[in-house]
């Protein structure tokens, strides 16, 4: 994973009003380094060139409104639209941003909390963990593949964090998905984010077989295993 930090006079009257969000960075396009803006053609952004424009949407880590500093956090695959742009991204490197997209309403009524996910839910579970209040009990299920994305989360007295190593041969979300699985009892309020067919086994788990209600989660895909990262 990589910390980006986008500055600039454009953030101003950005506003990140709560945990979890989202904004979304148009990259400039492979082997290039100078943003390209696309065109809307009713179905997708598109460059010149005909090609789909590289948009990725990722949890706003920290935003600076007095410096006018964006933290963004990129889980680096082998290769990638935003892979290819955090790894070479430096001062002066481009992009655009817009949002913020709709941000998480913590459940401040709720006794105990579950979050999981992967590597990319770290920056939105880092949130919630600052935001839920002090008394509530949490339990956190992270899934990484690499030991070195086992990252330093904010303190929080109530939580009880587990990191789970996914092996190379093992599915997405299988090692997490085991631990909610046999949880004989789920937490009152739920978050859950991470690869998309993985959030749907537990969505399906959650709802189907243990009859936790859907007001109570919130389940996120992330992103799908085997999609284009162009």
């Given at each position: 994973m990589r910390r980006i930090v986008l500055g600039g006079a454009e953030l101003s009257g950005l506003a990140i009003d709560?945990?979890?969000?989202?904004?979304?960075?148009?990259?400039?396009?492979p082997r290039e380094d100078a943003l390209v803006m696309p065109t809307w053609t009713g179905n997708q952004f598109e460059l010149p060139s005909g090609a789909?424009?590289?948009?990725?949407?990722?949890?706003?880590?920290?935003?600076d409104d007095r410096r006018l500093e964006l933290a963004i956090d990129v889980v680096l695959h082998d290769v990638g639209a935003a892979t290819d742009w955090a790894r070479s991204a430096g001062p002066g490197?481009?992009?655009?941003v817009s949002g913020p997209g709709r941000s998480y309403q913590v459940d401040s009524n709720a006794d105990d909390y579950l979050l999981a996910g992967d590597e990319t839910a770290i920056p939105a579970i880092?949130?919630?963990?600052?935001?839920?209040?002090?008394?509530?009990?949490i339990r956190v299920e992270i899934e990484i593949g690499d030991p070195a994305a086992r990252l330093e989360l904010p303190g929080h007295p109530g939580a009880t964090v587990n990191w789970?190593?996914?092996?190379?041969?093992?599915?997405?979300?299988?090692?997490?998905?085991?631990?909610?699985?046999?949880?004989?009892?789920?937490?009152?309020?739920?978050?859950?984010?991470?690869?998309?067919?993985a959030v749907q086994r537990i969505r399906k788990h959650l709802f189907d077989?243990?009859?936790?209600?859907?007001?109570?989660?919130?389940?996120?895909?992330?992103?799908?295993?085997g999609r284009s990262a162009t």
């Open positions: 709560g945990p979890a969000g989202s904004v979304r960075l148009l990259l400039p396009p789909r424009a590289p948009i990725r949407t990722f949890t706003p880590r920290h935003f490197s481009e992009a655009a880092s949130q919630l963990l600052e935001a839920i209040p002090r008394t509530t009990r789970h190593e996914r092996s190379s041969e093992a599915q997405f979300g299988s090692t997490y998905g085991a631990v909610i699985e046999a949880l004989p009892v789920i937490p009152a309020a739920v978050w859950i984010a991470g690869e998309a067919a077989v243990r009859g936790v209600e859907r007001s109570a989660a919130t389940i996120r895909g992330y992103w799908k295993s």
